[in-house]
């Protein structure tokens, strides 16, 4: 017998989950085309190639390969990977599709990805992104809207205590610099940085002096980046004029992002804040990630990355956005009850109940009649004893059942009882969909 | 540099597509759900024994497996799989689940799957199923239901001569008896017929020797197999009458589904075809398919498999189901001109033109005012020549743009041109989305 669990790391969605994350997905759907943002979808599997190179190291190790079909498949060789992110899918569709698209792209993408990670808490190896990105434009005002688009989000879900995070590649590049990282390890820095979280100073100094960072150089680091919430952001930022070249740049966009900022859905929730690291490879300008108090990591995360594009097209294409975790989102929403109390409600408006065998077509023609009016109705598929049928209908919490047994058939009447009030009326089959729209509408006895 | 194209046999949907996928997706999800449907999901991979020695052996060819990560990586095993449809993993959510589902469980999901198949027009190794299942009970009403649904489904998107072939797996073995197939060859003579579509009578009658049965054999196989519309499905039956076991059972229950059918959506569709084969080995009872005459293939399938559950759950649960093929159902709606004409329309009701380095903040409040009426809104990300700002949105065919240049901003006002008629007008700053939705509601001047 074969076993009945999902694989590790993923989950089934019976259909209370199911009604709560379409919910979320729908509100970031609405949200999303009123900034203009377009839909797209990309398959669950990319070439290899198209994986390999984009993430860094540690996320290469991260993706699921799939096996060769046909004769190759003793072989062990790996043709397909699952998508990792739905960013760089993004950049490859970018690049196959130039000239049909417009110049200033805005796409949303709401679809799962998979990360051969260690499941724990509220991380998956299946998880759903949905995903903002604003393709051809190095203008802040990019950033801004994104940063906008996904704040609106969250407040249209609910969420009042959110705050974002901002930085910068370049900010962060400088303090590694300041603390010493010599320029061609500061991937290993970042890495090991990105994951304070995770593991923790002691974790993250052990891993970068395995990874041949010398031990000073390391503790200078956890120094920098230690979470410092009393040091003002400004103060960092001017520690590190002698080492950020292009400083007036960095520093003036991270302003004006800010200040640009003060008249969208996302004023007063920003902090600039150095030491923000992002472990993935291709940011190249400002990182962001939004976090609220009751979760450990974030909701999200984005940034710019100006040159992934080009690794597909051969020229550059700025890009920047954002990506929500919907799992996450829902942890904390089901935590703290945001989500609205009818979401749980039963799965039909009405059962048909079954007289008996003769009576079946019956059944079926009063169904349809009911759902040609708008109504969601199951039918209970074989004879059965009334009170087992009624006792059915009470434990699926169907507010109404309908049942037309020998008096009404031979008078042309239908019986609706009122599950909720207990009450009961027999009415002309004609206008029985017209009094259940009624019954519907009363409230229960409690 | 990467390639940019999808893997074979995927496709990337950019945004038209993806909208005419959610008007189908949405249609399906409504009717199905006015049957008393309720949503589950499922990860897109399941362990390997999950889905091993549920397909027959055609399918087990077709199922892409996925390399076991870490250490193992190199040893070429696979301990996970691809999903290859919605069907086994429910009856493992089923055995899974078991005390928490409701007796009668009617759930429906809506899901891409994956088969390494070779790709053709309109077959693809990503392809989206739209599946529901009526788990629990025997009951014939149970195929009605099913079978109605669909077919509200098609009408619904607006089909009006789909139709519905008819037919029992235990007939299908009677039909193979009178051809002289062993038992213990039955499985390969059906994978063999399945086939019959795609590869014609010879091609099946090559595939059939291939596997050891006599060519006599193949060739009666074929004679009963072949399309034979001017066959009364009656007289085939009756020429069963010598082999067919429980005859009385299967013909009545095939009767029985076709009358109650008529006081159904179904009504009038359904042919009872005896050479109706479906290669899935999982299928015990009733089986069926749906097609359109412009479309080599089905539009979907089904049937009951009574035993599947079983495999996972050591006792047996009764089940009936059915599939949609969205890219099918797609396909044969855009040959035909069935998508509604405002499907394709502009990504955004208003372009926010971008006057100068200065006025950022100011073009993004005004974006934010726009947004709280409930306009959808882009925002043109850098400064630009008024000309070229108008002309592309003439080219994302946005019917309105607004601009507040330096007269405007002195004035507190703002500019709204009407990209349909060609006229613009200057409005207080407070009004503007009021007059922007008079505008839209404008007629073009063509």
Not at 4 to 22: C, E, S
Not at 425 to 443: C, F, G, N, W, Y
């Given at each position: 017998?074969?076993?009945?669990q999902?694989?590790?790391?993923?989950?089934?969605?019976?259909?209370?989950?199911?009604?709560?994350?379409a919910h979320v997905?729908?509100?970031?759907?609405?949200v999303y085309?009123?900034?203009?943002?377009?839909?797209?979808?990309?398959?669950?599997?990319e070439?290899?190639?198209t994986?390999?190179?984009?993430?860094g190291?540690?996320?290469?190790k991260?993706?699921f390969?799939?096996?060769?079909?046909?004769?190759?498949?003793?072989?062990?060789?790996?043709?397909l990977a699952?998508?990792?992110?739905?960013t760089v899918?993004?950049?490859?569709?970018i690049?196959?599709?130039q000239?049909t698209l417009?110049?200033?792209f805005?796409?949303y993408?709401i679809?799962?990805?998979?990360?051969?990670?260690?499941?724990?808490?509220g991380?998956?190896?299946?998880?759903?992104?949905c995903?903002i990105?604003?393709?051809?434009s190095?203008?802040?005002?990019v950033?801004?809207?994104?940063?906008?688009?996904?704040?609106?989000v969250?407040?249209t879900l609910?969420?009042d205590?959110?705050?974002v995070r901002l930085?910068?590649?370049?900010?962060?590049?400088?303090l590694?610099?300041?603390?010493?990282?010599?320029?061609?390890?500061?991937t290993?820095?970042?890495?090991?940085?990105?994951?304070?979280?995770?593991?923790?100073?002691?974790?993250?100094a052990?891993?970068?002096?395995?990874?041949g960072l010398?031990?000073?150089?390391?503790?200078?680091c956890?120094?920098?980046?230690?979470?410092?919430?009393?040091r003002?952001?400004v103060?960092?930022?001017?520690s590190?004029?002698?080492?950020?070249?292009?400083?007036?740049?960095?520093?003036?966009t991270?302003?004006?992002?800010?200040?640009?900022?003060?008249?969208t859905?996302?004023?007063?929730?920003?902090?600039?804040?150095?030491?923000l690291?992002?472990?993935?490879?291709?940011?190249?300008?400002?990182?962001?990630?939004?976090?609220?108090?009751?979760?450990a990591?974030?909701?999200?995360?984005?940034g710019?990355?100006?040159?992934?594009v080009?690794m597909?097209?051969?020229r550059e294409?700025?890009?920047?956005?954002?990506s929500l975790?919907?799992?996450?989102?829902?942890v904390?929403?089901?935590?703290?009850?945001?989500f609205?109390p009818?979401?749980?409600?039963?799965?039909?408006d009405?059962?048909?109940?079954?007289w008996?065998?003769?009576?079946r077509?019956?059944?079926?023609?009063?169904a349809g009649?009911?759902r040609r009016?708008?109504?969601?109705v199951?039918?209970?598929?074989e004879?059965?004893?009334?009170?087992?049928?009624?006792?059915?209908?009470?434990?699926?919490q169907?507010?109404?059942?309908?049942?037309a047994g020998?008096?009404?058939?031979?008078?042309?009447?239908?019986t609706i009882?009122?599950?909720r009030?207990a009450?009961?009326i027999?009415?002309?089959?004609?206008?029985?969909?017209t009094?259940?729209?009624?019954?519907?509408?009363?409230s229960?006895?409690?």
């Amino acid at each position: 017998m074969s076993s009945t669990q999902p694989a590790r790391g993923t989950r089934d969605f019976l259909p209370p989950d199911v009604r709560r994350r379409a919910h979320v997905i729908d509100i970031v759907r609405r949200v999303y085309e009123r900034y203009g943002f377009e839909p797209i979808e990309t398959p669950a599997f990319e070439n290899i190639e198209t994986l390999t190179g984009k993430y860094g190291e540690e996320g290469a190790k991260l993706i699921f390969k799939i096996l060769k079909r046909g004769e190759h498949e003793s072989s062990g060789q790996a043709d397909l990977a699952l998508r990792y992110d739905l960013t760089v899918p993004l950049a490859r569709v970018i690049a196959e599709y130039q000239n049909t698209l417009p110049k200033f792209f805005r796409r949303y993408q709401i679809q799962p990805v998979w990360r051969a990670d260690r499941p724990a808490r509220g991380r998956f190896r299946e998880f759903y992104q949905c995903d903002i990105d604003a393709i051809g434009s190095t203008s802040p005002v990019v950033e801004v809207e994104v940063l906008s688009a996904v704040s609106d989000v969250l407040t249209t879900l609910g969420f009042d205590d959110f705050r974002v995070r901002l930085n910068d590649r370049r900010v962060l590049q400088a303090l590694l610099a300041t603390a010493g990282v010599p320029p061609d390890r500061e991937t290993d820095a970042l890495v090991a940085l990105d994951k304070l979280d995770k593991i923790g100073p002691d974790g993250v100094a052990a891993d970068m002096t395995a990874r041949g960072l010398d031990p000073g150089v390391a503790a200078a680091c956890l120094r920098l980046f230690a979470p410092a919430p009393d040091r003002a952001a400004v103060e960092t930022l001017r520690s590190l004029s002698v080492r950020l070249a292009d400083r007036k740049d960095v520093l003036g966009t991270l302003e004006t992002i800010v200040a640009m900022a003060e008249s969208t859905p996302v004023a007063g929730r920003i902090r600039v804040d150095p030491s923000l690291a992002r472990g993935l490879s291709y940011y190249t300008g400002a990182i962001m990630e939004i976090a609220v108090p009751d979760l450990a990591g974030s909701l999200g995360g984005g940034g710019r990355y100006d040159n992934l594009v080009g690794m597909f097209l051969g020229r550059e294409v700025p890009a920047c956005g954002f990506s929500l975790g919907l799992e996450r989102i829902i942890v904390v929403m089901a935590e703290r009850g945001m989500f609205p109390p009818d979401i749980a409600s039963a799965p039909a408006d009405v059962m048909v109940a079954l007289w008996d065998e003769s009576s079946r077509a019956e059944a079926l023609a009063l169904a349809g009649r009911l759902r040609r009016d708008g109504l969601d109705v199951d039918v209970y598929p074989e004879p059965d004893k009334p009170g087992r049928q009624f006792k059915y209908a009470a434990s699926r919490q169907y507010p109404i059942v309908v049942l037309a047994g020998e008096d009404e058939r031979r008078t042309g009447t239908v019986t609706i009882k009122n599950m909720r009030t207990a009450s009961q009326i027999t009415v002309p089959m004609a206008d029985v969909a017209t009094h259940v729209q009624t019954e519907l509408k009363r409230s229960p006895v409690s």
